[in-house]
């Protein structure tokens, strides 16, 4: 894989000089950010690596990305410090890196922190052979000894020393850590687990005890969304009826859509809370986090039709599209960016905080209610400023109040406007640009939304058009012409998840045919032949110290885990064998992972459950014809997570293997049939007969 272009002259970057800082050579904006360190930074690389094995010097390896808080802490105590900064070009070869423009380097650095037993965290700070290969690190550290951690320059000094006149020690810590990362993409288990309904109700049961019953979420402080285990519950719900899961759901969302994790003025969620009751984020915003909690309000908003969640939905699109459009040179837009900033004026939080002196001279008469509405008080609720949140009243005014307190929050927004706002991180990547289309195009349907269609389609045609070589070749990340090439696994399963919801949402059979193209390139350039499975990196990628493979969720869901349900997903569309058997082999690879921890396999127990339970859709009729896009968009208004829609022209035949092969219209209407199993309900005409054959499939 290379960091640099791959078009004009920007790729001439030739042999690092480590006398420099050569961060201005390089697209991303976390990089950028760095490019006038007094530290000599440089570009991760062939010709870094090459650079520290010239001048036989251990790498300093930093890996942040553009959002992240303690990163810019870090940068402002340490990296922009002459004195520390001198030590580090005087003992170290520097290298920055984006975790999020190379996560193929952070999964491999930060599995090696731990192994050493340390928590996870950025900015990461691991220290490398010249040849890249790790022997210690860390996290944050202080410039100097505080907060129980040892000062910055006191690690930079005793890690040199230990290199030069411990040699032995060194050699014996690499040795360990490189085989431990290369035993982490091996499979730790050769014991298959029959996957069934069985086992994913007790592993929803076992995920609801870990649930705060109170404020929702998974244990204390800090709370991450954690979607994917969230649709698991909601899954177990709809498949048992148990109003436990029901409650574990509606109460999380309630209370992260009312919670100070929410930004009640633009919309939009923030990565995490950093208390057990959703008040105070790192104030960051994520692409992947409001794509994937967009999902997971739709699904449970169709069954309860919470006001608030609706609201939220519409919101939180809203900012998407005013605020988070990729442009290219040319100034036209398309794809969606990665991250909004926690930090402005180098304060974390200061665009979104307020205080009640400033509230009360925007608001005028509408300060009362709304203060009482969003816990605004003189003290503040955080660090004496207040964050908006409706956590103390989170029930709903009547239609009046409601609309007072929209006026006060515009009033806000556009008070709020005036200030100086967060970096943005414009770089477009392919698998987070996957998760928000697949998502627009499923709320596009369920909403009646036609303008979302139109984006996520835009989106998409951005992604096909700029990151991807040939017609099956996808890069990972994209900003100022520079491409980062080839794509990694991620990018391949939730672009190919993209294409097949925008086919199921359009019946346009070019999505259809660009997802299996896709899913070739992973067959051929990321299989792992001896344990199954697909690797992180494809086959010509650069040599780094492993190959990693696996099917556990970080914050975004793993490739392995999205490819069961998209190989699944295909089989259903196109009764084509080869899917099918891919997503069994997919499951037989890491169901053993199942019985040794659960927690981080959602995305791959969520897609176990639309391999066993697809609920088909087979509707005959036309599309451009009212009552045909009637019945899709009826379709997509049940909580029906397992959803597969395949609409059919009367003079067209379903897949052989279809239930509904050979089923035709009602007396030339446009007719639906809902299959589950090898089994169809009676036909339906209408948009209430199909919603109401949809929920007889459910327990609920």
């Known amino acids: 894989m290379t960091g640099g272009a791959l078009s004009g002259t920007k790729n001439d970057m030739g042999r690092n000089n480590l006398d420099r800082n050569n961060l201005d050579r390089a697209a991303s904006p976390y990089l950028q950010q760095h490019r006038d360190n007094p530290v000599h930074w440089q570009v991760w690389g062939p010709e870094a690596l090459a650079a520290a094995q010239d001048a036989n010097k251990p790498i300093l390896l930093s890996i942040g990305y553009a959002a992240c808080h303690w990163c810019h802490v870090m940068a402002h105590e340490s990296f922009e ?279 009360a001279e925007i608001l005028g008469p509408y300060t009362g209610e709304f203060c009482a509405a969003y816990d605004v008080t003189e003290d503040g609720n955080w660090e004496h400023s207040n964050i908006l949140r409706r956590s103390l009243q989170p029930d709903l005014k009547d239609e009046a109040g409601e609309k007072r307190l929209k006026i006060a929050r515009e009033k806000l927004f556009a008070a709020r406007e005036k200030r100086i706002k967060p970096g943005w991180d414009d770089k477009v990547l392919a698998d987070w640009n996957g998760l928000m289309i697949a998502s627009l195009a499923d709320l596009s349907q369920q909403y009646a939304q036609p303008a979302w269609l139109a984006a996520a389609e835009r989106a998409y045609s951005f992604i096909v058009g700029t990151l991807q070589q040939g017609e099956d070749r996808l890069g990972h990340s994209w900003r100022n012409d520079i491409l980062v090439f080839p794509g990694l696994l991620d990018d391949y399963a939730n672009m190919s998840a993209a294409a097949l919801a925008l086919f199921e949402a359009t ?134 997570p397992n959803r597969v829609v395949l609409v059919t022209a009367p003079d067209a035949t379903l897949p052989e293997t279809h239930p509904a092969i050979g089923k035709t219209q009602i007396d030339g209407k446009p007719t639906a049939y809902v299959c589950l199993g090898p089994t169809c309900g009676l036909p339906v005409t209408t948009p209430a007969e199909l919603a109401a054959s949809l929920k007889a499939t459910r327990a609920v």
């Open 81 to 359: 410090n002459p004195e520390i900064a001198a030590v580090m070009n005087d003992l170290f070869v520097n290298i920055k890196v984006d975790r999020e423009e190379r996560p193929d380097i952070d999964t491999i650095y930060m599995n090696a922190l731990h192994v050493l037993g340390e928590q996870g965290g950025w900015p990461l700070t691991m220290f490398l052979t010249p040849k890249g290969e790790p022997f210690w690190g860390g996290t944050y550290f202080p410039p100097e000894s505080r907060y129980g951690r040892p000062g910055f320059r006191e690690v930079l000094e005793k890690i040199s020393e230990a290199w030069h006149q411990k040699p032995d020690a060194i050699a014996q810590n690499t040795r360990m850590l490189v085989g431990a990362l290369r035993n982490l993409s091996k499979p730790q288990s050769r014991d298959r687990l029959p996957l069934s309904n069985e086992v994913l109700d007790q592993v929803a049961a076992q995920v609801l005890g870990h649930v705060d019953p109170d404020r929702g979420g998974i244990g204390t402080a800090p709370k991450f969304p954690q979607t994917g285990l969230f649709d698991l519950l909601w899954r177990a719900y709809l498949r048992t009826g148990s109003a436990d899961y029901a409650q574990a759901v509606t109460t999380t969302i309630s209370r992260m859509a009312q919670g100070g994790i929410y930004d009640h003025l633009g919309g939009g969620f923030a990565r995490y809370s950093t208390d057990a009751e959703w008040l105070a984020p790192h104030f960051e915003k994520m692409l992947y986090d409001n794509a994937q909690l967009l999902s997971h309000m739709a699904l449970v908003e169709a069954e309860t039709h919470d006001a608030v969640l609706r609201q939220r939905i519409m919101e939180t699109v809203g900012w998407l599209l005013r605020e988070m459009i990729a442009r290219d040179g040319s100034g036209a837009g398309g794809a969606f960016a990665a991250t909004q900033d926690a930090d402005s004026e180098g304060e974390e939080g200061r665009f979104y905080v307020w205080d009640k002196a400033e509230v």
């Open 507 to 640: 019946g346009n059979p070019a999505y259809l045919a660009q997802a299996k193209r896709w899913l070739e390139t992973v067959e051929s350039d990321y299989a792992d032949p001896v344990n199954g499975g697909y690797f992180f990196t494809s086959k010509d990628a650069e040599d780094l110290v492993t190959r990693t493979r696996h099917a556990a969720d970080n914050a975004t869901p793993a490739g392995n885990g999205m490819l069961v349900g998209v190989f699944a997903r295909l089989w259903y569309l196109t009764g084509e064998l080869v899917w099918r058997e891919r997503a069994q082999n997919l499951i037989d690879a890491f169901s053993p992972e199942i019985g040794r921890n659960f927690f981080p396999m959602g995305s791959f127990l969520n897609g176990v459950d639309l391999f066993l339970n697809a609920v088909q859709v087979a509707i005959i009729g036309r599309r451009g014809e009212a009552a045909t896009d009637a019945l899709v968009a009826a379709a997509y208004t049940v909580s029906i």
